[in-house]
């Protein structure tokens, strides 16, 4: 049954993709799109749900191009069915914009998250797709310097996922690493200092010194700390990394 066989190369695909085995998840996924399009037909809900499947692997990969191709597919067969789910209108247009700002296409993405941000901002029972959303905008207004609009998304975003998911959870170190980088970026560095901090502080509270994560966390505070020419501090970060 080409139906059965959709959901199960779709399912194992994702598994493998999660994992990152990215050839695997590939032939799987294709395989998912290929008995969908069989089963449901190529301008279907579910034709249009294995594309994004494609379009995770895709971006995943690097290949932003391609992604965002198989994003626009998916929206276009969503928008065009006779009940189309807003939730998943939003979702895909935002996939879109992720695609685009990885292109260097910034307006083009801004533009998109700020046609579905009315929608997804009051949709309380999707709010971490706004999370989504805001995160997004912070990073897009941020390349074009933008810095004023880029902070105010970056602390909507903390304020948000504690909100939703309490104080010091992990998500919190990467949303003060966006505002560092914004502050940063505006040349604000004792406050970037501050923001990066928090980051270091909520990721060695989950995780070893000796995971990537941290080793991020410790490098954006040791380089900030240069610029403000704090040079032994930036040195004491440094060396309690190559300690562990």
């Given at each position: 049954d080409p139906a059965?066989?959709?959901?199960?190369?779709?399912?194992?695909?994702?598994?493998y993709l999660s994992?990152?085995?990215?050839?695997?998840?590939?032939k799987l996924l294709h395989l998912a799109l290929a008995r969908a399009n069989t089963?449901?037909?190529?301008?279907s809900e579910e034709a249009a749900d294995a594309k994004m499947y494609l379009q995770t692997l895709?971006?995943?990969?690097?290949?932003?191009?391609?992604?965002?191709?198989?994003?626009?597919?998916?929206?276009?067969?969503t928008e065009h069915l006779s009940k189309p789910e807003p939730v998943k209108v939003a979702r895909y247009s935002v996939a879109v914009a992720s695609d685009?700002?990885?292109?260097?296409?910034?307006?083009?993405?801004?533009?998109?998250?700020?046609?579905t941000a009315s929608f997804q901002q009051n949709d309380r029972q999707h709010q971490d797709f706004w999370l989504e959303n805001l995160n997004l905008q912070a990073?897009?207004?941020?390349?074009?310097?933008?810095?004023r609009e880029a902070e105010a998304r970056a602390r909507s975003l903390i304020q948000l996922d504690r909100r939703l998911h309490g104080r010091f959870e992990f998500q919190d170190a990467n949303d003060f690493e966006l505002l560092?980088?914004?502050?940063?970026?505006?040349?604000?560095?004792?406050?970037?200092?501050e923001s990066f901090r928090?980051?270091?502080?909520?990721?060695?509270?989950?995780?070893?010194d000796s995971d990537p994560a941290v080793a991020e966390g410790c490098l954006l505070l040791a380089a900030d700390l240069v610029e403000e020419g704090k040079f032994g501090e930036a040195d004491s970060v440094s060396r309690s990394l190559r300690a562990d």
């Open positions: 059965v066989q959709a959901d199960l190369y779709g399912a194992l695909g994702t598994v994992v990152g085995e990215l050839d695997e998840a590939g089963a449901f037909g190529i301008r895709e971006y995943a990969r690097g290949h932003y191009a391609k992604a965002e191709g198989l994003a626009r597919d998916a929206l276009s067969i685009l700002i990885e292109q260097g296409r910034n307006r083009e993405g801004l533009a998109l998250l700020q046609q990073v897009a207004f941020r390349r074009l310097h933008q810095y560092g980088k914004t502050q940063q970026a505006h040349l604000r560095f004792s406050e970037a200092e928090q980051a270091v502080s909520v990721l060695r509270a989950w995780r070893p």
